[in-house]
């Protein structure tokens, strides 16, 4: 079996060739939080702003043997002031990346998703990509959305796999094929997953879905499995060699993706996307962080500005003018993902 942090060192290498990113954590005394930023700054990859308790910072940096600079501690009160720090941080011009530190999902995301204060852009549906790498597997392998958006229809689910295929554009993937999941592979009325996946294909085929080849309903056998595709009888550009598979609702994909973490021994890494700033949200920081260096240097950079922006966290079902409208086709231009990837994801 191969080294499963072996993509994901590729990914740091050519995240620290590119220059370190400033990384403003919220709520930093943690000691796997520290303990990661404190490898990251060493390798060349972060400039940390650590945001918190200070003397809990500076007593676990201590503890470590990490001599953290004055000027890289910002005091705050508590998680809330925290959350909204690191923010402002991005505002500011101060902060290029966000992490979560020590602190309740649900307050950080608060904080990022503030109509006024937050980081939305306008037009834009935040989501989230665990990136795993697996033993067993030869290509890093994206799970959309499995932490933000709980239920999302046809429309959202669109904007998802957009977001997950432009960070795999990011990432080096030119071209990555996307699996959109269910039970089964063919097209049933009684599942509407399969529904929404026959609609996404023809999408993409009429260009509503852009760098990509997205193809389903797959069922997740023969969305990974040549062989498995084989015996069913799959005919699938897709089939057999997904790089993202995108879920039909949270529970199932955050089940998916613990699953490989717990019991296929992966390493995934959580990236929230969709904001002006990449976001680190995960249990494993030291890969999410290469992914989200690589994002700020690859992408074009954006400013966070008021406008509408539709509700991403808690989307159970939502009515149809609660989602952002997709492009009208004859209006569409090429996904622009910034610089040329100049590194191509392990065995593609």
Same mark, same amino acid.
């Given at each position: $079996? %191969? *080294?499963?942090?072996?993509? !994901?060192?590729?990914?740091?290498?050519?995240?620290? %060739?590119? @220059? =370190?990113?400033?990384?403003?954590?919220?709520?930093?005394?943690?000691?796997?939080?520290?303990?990661?930023?404190? +490898?990251?700054?060493? #390798?060349?990859?972060?400039? =940390?702003?650590?945001?918190? *308790?200070?003397? #809990?910072?500076?007593?676990?940096?201590?503890?470590?043997?990490?001599?953290?600079?004055? +000027?890289?501690?910002?005091?705050?009160? +508590?998680?809330?002031?925290?959350?909204?720090?690191?923010?402002?941080?991005?505002?500011?011009?101060?902060?290029?990346?966000? $992490?979560?530190?020590?602190?309740?999902?649900?307050?950080? $995301?608060?904080?990022?998703?503030? %109509?006024?204060?937050?980081?939305?852009?306008?037009?834009?549906?935040?989501?989230?990509? !665990?990136?795993?790498?697996? =033993?067993?597997?030869?290509?890093?392998?994206?799970?959309?959305?499995?932490?933000?958006?709980?239920?999302?229809?046809?429309?959202? %689910?669109?904007?998802?796999?957009?977001? #997950?295929?432009?960070?795999?554009?990011?990432?080096?993937?030119?071209?990555?094929?996307?699996?959109?999941?269910?039970?089964?592979?063919?097209?049933?009325?009684?599942?509407?997953?399969?529904? +929404?996946?026959?609609?996404?294909?023809?999408?993409?085929?009429?260009?509503?879905?852009?760098?990509?080849?997205? *193809?389903?309903?797959?069922?997740?056998?023969?969305?990974?499995? #040549?062989?498995?595709?084989?015996?069913?009888?799959?005919?699938?550009?897709?089939? @057999?060699?997904?790089?993202?598979?995108?879920?039909?609702?949270?529970?199932?994909?955050?089940?998916?993706?613990?699953?490989?973490?717990? !019991?296929?021994?992966?390493?995934?890494?959580?990236?929230?996307?969709?904001?002006?700033?990449?976001?680190?949200?995960?249990?494993?920081?030291?890969?999410?962080?290469?992914?989200?260096?690589? $994002?700020?240097?690859?992408?074009?950079?954006?400013?966070?500005?008021?406008?509408?922006?539709?509700?991403?966290?808690?989307?159970? =079902?939502?009515?149809?003018?609660?989602?952002?409208?997709?492009?009208?086709?004859?209006?569409?231009?090429?996904?622009?993902?910034?610089?040329?990837?100049? !590194?191509?994801?392990?065995?593609?």
């Amino acid at each position: $079996m %191969k *080294d499963n942090f072996e993509p !994901f060192e590729a990914l740091a290498t050519a995240a620290c %060739k590119a @220059g =370190p990113v400033r990384v403003a954590v919220a709520d930093a005394a943690q000691t796997v939080v520290l303990e990661t930023l404190r +490898d990251a700054e060493r #390798a060349g990859l972060v400039t =940390p702003l650590l945001v918190g *308790d200070p003397n #809990a910072i500076r007593t676990i940096a201590a503890d470590l043997g990490w001599t953290v600079a004055e +000027d890289a501690i910002i005091a705050v009160a +508590d998680d809330a002031e925290a959350a909204a720090r690191v923010v402002a941080l991005v505002h500011e011009g101060r902060a290029d990346v966000v $992490m979560k530190g020590n602190l309740h999902t649900d307050i950080f $995301m608060r904080a990022l998703l503030d %109509k006024t204060l937050g980081l939305r852009l306008p037009g834009r549906r935040v989501s989230h990509v !665990f990136v795993v790498a697996l =033993p067993s597997h030869d290509r890093l392998l994206g799970i959309t959305d499995a932490a933000i958006n709980i239920a999302p229809e046809l429309t959202a %689910k669109a904007q998802i796999c957009q977001n #997950a295929v432009d960070l795999f554009r990011m990432l080096g993937v030119v071209r990555p094929k996307v699996a959109v999941l269910s039970a089964v592979e063919t097209v049933t009325v009684d599942i509407a997953s399969t529904l +929404d996946a026959a609609s996404l294909t023809l999408m993409s085929r009429r260009g509503q879905i852009t760098g990509a080849e997205v *193809d389903g309903p797959l069922a997740l056998d023969n969305a990974i499995s #040549a062989r498995a595709a084989t015996e069913k009888g799959v005919l699938s550009d897709v089939a @057999g060699s997904a790089d993202i598979l995108l879920v039909p609702d949270l529970v199932s994909g955050n089940i998916l993706a613990k699953t490989l973490e717990y !019991f296929a021994g992966g390493v995934a890494a959580g990236i929230a996307i969709g904001l002006a700033a990449p976001v680190v949200l995960t249990s494993r920081a030291d890969p999410a962080l290469a992914i989200a260096a690589l $994002m700020y240097h690859r992408r074009p950079q954006v400013e966070p500005r008021p406008g509408p922006a539709e509700s991403s966290i808690a989307t159970a =079902p939502q009515l149809e003018d609660a989602c952002c409208p997709l492009p009208v086709v004859s209006n569409l231009q090429p996904v622009s993902v910034g610089t040329q990837p100049q !590194f191509e994801v392990a065995a593609q």
